[in-house]
């Protein structure tokens, strides 16, 4: 696949998450949201050009894909920096510059840029940054109030404190969620599943790690699910459309470098991925897991390249 | 039983002795180039940690503790752990000369992986029971045995990168480890 190929698919992927970004615009946070957009997008270009430029000096251009030192960046930086935009609270720069740069200086550029990094460059810096500054990621708006006039905790946090609340009840009382009739995250959510299901179509992203995903997930929390009361670890339907979850399945698992080739091993690494979200979000310290689930998804990549190999075609 | 699932879990992935509590990084580090050689590596502290925790239990139940020396534990697990060690050795030197062959240093360097110490010690600091001190060596040993494991094919897999030449080597390991250690810290709170 030559430079320019990667380019195109990177920039379509870009427009992909345009409709998640615009609606979380305009339903969450307009001006926060496109601070975000605006911080990550100048961030992550100008990340790229500097490891770009320190990497033709020290490691001489023959290291380098073809000319990519004279051009610049296959646009794949611009994907990271949109993720972690749409990641992140609305308006919190600090941590999305913060993430955009580790992402792409540490989790990209370090393994010798796109292509030979283990893990999800993004997942790398939204994982920094959610242990290094939790408060800071915690808190998104709330919606149906003034924009950016008040936070709130995500209904992940709110249903990990419950104390006796049912489940139905955090759902039906959070603010932008309940039965897809009120606009708020399900919809944006929505969006982005969306724009996921237009690279399937298009054959641009592995469906296979994002299905098995989803149905771990779906099979994970039907087994814990007692019909919502207050001990339930949560609906599928919860489980599917809280967090960053569409998100990450659409536009974070699908990622190439960082899944298995095989297709066996892409079920198993989509599989372990979505029972790991599940344990994370109903066992452990953090809300949300799926950036540690994908992490461990990427850590266990390599080894299930080496266990099912891509079969080959005389 | 569930609190014997917890001690599996707690020591195989929550408070991981490699990624959580950073014990045992020579081995880690040093014998994780080749994923054979890791397979191996773990395998064999596997059996001499599970062995070695064991015999540590007994000899501090039944001798130290009635002769009033507990502070001599240190030293008399070293004695446990270096004896268990020259024990697989002999019996890996008879059985698998190949395999005995390509560990190499790092099959006495168990006797050094403070991962085994520190089990022994641990697991007598949480005064746990017989049973209990096993399921935590098994557990610990097989979290040693999948990180080594994973690490090993992650390793193979950055010798085809075009890794830049300042980080090329030691320093895109530790970067490597550093990140697996990030993603273990989603384990945190399992069981609590």
């Known amino acids: ?314 | 039983m569930a609190e014997l699932a917890f001690i599996l879990i707690g020591a195989l992935l929550v408070n991981n002795f490699v990624l959580a509590q950073f014990l045992g990084l020579c081995p880690f580090i040093g014998a994780s180039g080749q994923y054979d050689t890791a397979a191996a590596m773990g395998l064999a502290t596997t059996f001499v940690l599970t062995l070695a925790a064991a015999s540590s239990w007994i000899i501090h139940q039944f001798v130290l503790l009635p002769l009033d020396l507990t502070y001599l534990r240190i030293i008399a697990f070293i004695v446990v752990i270096a004896g268990t060690v020259q024990l697989t050795e002999l019996y890996l030197k008879s059985t698998s000369p190949l395999l005995h062959q390509v560990l190499g240093i790092y099959l006495p360097l168990i006797t050094s992986n403070c991962a085994v110490l520190g089990v022994t010690l641990l697991a007598l600091q949480q005064s746990l029971t017989f049973v209990e001190t096993l399921v935590f060596a098994v557990g610990a040993a097989l979290g040693f045995t999948l990180v080594m494991v994973l690490f090993a094919a992650i390793r193979e897999r950055l010798m085809h990168a075009r890794i830049p030449a300042p980080f090329a080597g030691a320093p895109i390991t530790l970067i490597t480890a550093g990140i697996l250690s990030l993603a273990f810290m989603g384990f945190a709170g399992f069981g609590s």
Request: with cysteine; net charge neutral; glycine share 12%.
């Open chain 1, 1 to 314: 696949m030559s430079r320019q190929d990667t380019r195109h698919i990177m920039l379509t992927v870009s427009a992909a998450l345009l409709p998640g970004l615009a609606l979380q615009a305009l339903l969450l946070d307009p001006v926060g949201v496109t601070l975000n957009v605006l911080t990550a997008g100048a961030v992550a270009i100008a990340t790229d050009r500097l490891c770009l430029a320190a990497r033709s000096r020290t490691s001489g251009r023959e290291f380098l894909p073809d000319g990519l030192a004279v051009t610049g960046s296959d646009a794949s930086a611009l994907v990271t920096g949109l993720i972690l935009a749409a990641a992140l609270p609305p308006g919190a720069i600090v941590p999305v510059a913060l993430a955009t740069v580790t992402a792409l200086a540490l989790g990209k550029h370090a393994y010798g840029g796109l292509g030979n990094n283990v893990f999800n460059p993004a997942m790398v810096g939204y994982a920094v940054v959610l242990v290094s500054m939790p408060l800071a990621v915690g808190g998104w708006p709330v919606v149906g109030t003034a924009t950016d006039a008040l936070t709130g905790a995500t209904v992940l946090t709110t249903f990990k404190y419950r104390e006796s609340a049912t489940v139905e009840g955090i759902w039906t009382e959070a603010d932008g969620f309940g039965a897809l009739a009120g606009a708020g995250y399900e919809w944006v959510a929505l969006a982005y599943g969306l724009g996921a299901a237009f690279l399937f179509f298009r054959g641009l992203a592995a469906w296979r790690p994002a299905v098995g995903v989803m149905a771990a997930l779906i099979a994970a929390s039907l087994l814990g699910y007692d019909n919502g009361s207050s001990a339930s670890l949560g609906s599928p339907i919860y489980h599917l459309f809280a967090g960053g979850l569409l998100l990450a399945v659409g536009f974070v698992v699908t990622d190439p470098v960082t899944h298995p080739g095989g297709q066996r091993a892409q079920w198993i690494f989509g599989l372990c991925v979505g029972v790991l979200i599940f344990c994370i979000r109903a066992w452990g310290n953090y809300p949300d897991g799926i950036a540690f689930a994908v992490l461990l998804g990427n850590a266990l990549t390599p080894y299930l390249d080496r266990r099912f190999p891509v079969a080959r075609h005389a």
